[in-house]
């Protein structure tokens, strides 16, 4: 079984930053990607960046430039800094880790982001 843990969201000003982590934690010997997607009231959930392990990244085009996937392997966690930051960010992101060994798809629970003045 594997468990993913999120922290750092929050309210933030338009054009503040924020830094999401997640740490995935388990039986677990190989992660091939990991990634954040989001959802806002209404929309259905987009994949906001994702990275691979050999550190491959890519990211929805209305964050490229703002936004910032990385991870650290020895930990199991992904980190996403989040720069410049609109009222069109807030969402509840959720953190997404593709298990190799075991295989599996896992998400985390879910931690709101809200861009407003």
């Known amino acids: 079984q594997v468990q993913l843990v999120e922290s750092g969201g929050g309210l933030v000003q338009p054009g503040g930053s924020l830094r999401l982590s997640c740490a995935a934690s388990g039986s677990i010997v190989s992660i091939y990607a990991m990634g954040w997607y989001r959802q806002a009231p209404g929309n259905q959930r987009e994949l906001v960046a994702s990275i691979t392990s050999g550190g491959n990244t890519n990211y929805v085009d209305s964050v490229k430039g703002r936004f910032t996937i990385s991870r650290d392997n020895a930990k199991n966690t992904v980190y996403i800094q989040m720069n410049s930051l609109k009222p069109e960010d807030t969402a509840v992101y959720y953190c997404?880790?593709?298990?190799?060994?075991?295989?599996?798809?896992?998400w985390g629970q879910g931690t709101q982001v809200t861009v407003s003045s």
């Open positions: 997404n880790v593709v298990v190799v060994l075991p295989s599996g798809n896992y």
